[in-house]
């Protein structure tokens, strides 16, 4: 396959058999993770004369789960989700990611709590507002509250987690009001008129913030990449393996394309930007097909902040992920994991269908939709076997593989 209208000939080719073959699955009520992670022990703080929505991590546990059996109100359980943030479920089964709720110090990073900064804790969910209002159809989150917390810089964790039970000493809360996503532009408008009148002052003052986002997935890319390649394989294990995570890279460079076709990008620059693999979320759609989503769009941009260099920020973020495949091990786990048997030939062809599932997409869109924004071929175009599988079906494949790894035996394909 040379050119990339062959490729999108051969999507819709996939699709059409798909659909006309009526293989779609039913959606099943499903865990929130494809792999199990740790869970978390959670506690409140409880202070003023109201009640917080907001948990804090207590301390991490070696026990293990793909989801959480009753709310976090009853079990005071967690799963842990990335450095600082924690996902908690609530008395209605909805699971939230609480992002800013580690009271220790950042890996690596002795000066900065596990919190957030007012900046930080608004503007994804301001911007999943705004992707939302636009009809982007790959976000995984929608935004359910922010509280602010104060936090003394002098008083130690010890200090501070003991000051729980001294309402109005150590510590204090302040409620900030839910909002919904109907009115998008009186939203916008309210904290817009929050963020000018009081940033400095809150900020000043020592205020921190959690940010609760109502996710139905969290596994992470990088985090299935790790896990499907922890065996060394062989055979026809091997071929279903190498299909599968080339399926998932090819989604993900469908969903990076949808998210330029929105005039936006992931970050400022690429040195502090959420435009890595961690970000990018595996989920089933409500037909049961298995889809890549994204999450962590705090930093998202604009193409007006480019002035005219909008294009090529954009290609250096496609090759900055890119390069992500060839990377040593994971970046959205709380402790980063070496990848172990993950060969560089798999690695190229990961990245090669990234790029085609980028490039097909926009050239979908040009041809549908008379776009004329620039197009670069990939210099390896690679359209999967099986760009489009069932839910039920990559948790087959995984089971396999989880259970047999290189003890599989040889089979020919």
Known sequence: MERLEEAVEEIMRQSFIRKSGNRYGIKQKDDLLFFPRNKIRMIKIRSGNWEPKAWFIHNRTREKATGLELPTETSREGLTSGYRSGIVKDKNGKYLKLKGICLGTLIGEPKDRGLCDLTGAIAEQ??????????????????????????PLKVTVKEFMEGFRLPRKAVHTQKVEEYDTRGMKRELGRYGHFIEKGVEDVLNKG???????????????????YYLTKKELNGLLKAERDNLLQTLAFRAGYCKAALNLHNASWGKDLKNTNNHLGNF??????????DIGL??????????????NHHKHLQDELASLAQDFHAKGTYSLASQQR???FPEELRRQCEDAMRTGYGTMLMYTRMDCNDIRPIDTPERILVPKQFMITTEEFKYVRDKIMKYGSKMPEMQI
């Open 126 to 151: 301001v911007n999943s507002i705004g992707l939302t209002y636009e009809g982007f159809p790959h976000l995984q989150i929608r935004p359910k509250y922010i509280e602010a917390h104060f936090f």
């Open 207 to 225: 205020h921190y913030f959690v940010s609760a986002l109502e996710i139905d997935a969290d596994t992470r890319l990088d985090e299935a990449i």
């Open 281 to 290: 979320v595996l989920h089933s759609t409500e037909n049961g097909i298995l």
């Open 295 to 308: 999450v962590d769009i705090s930093d998202i941009q604009k193409v007006w902040h480019f002035n005219g």
């Open 339 to 341: 990848y172990r048997h």
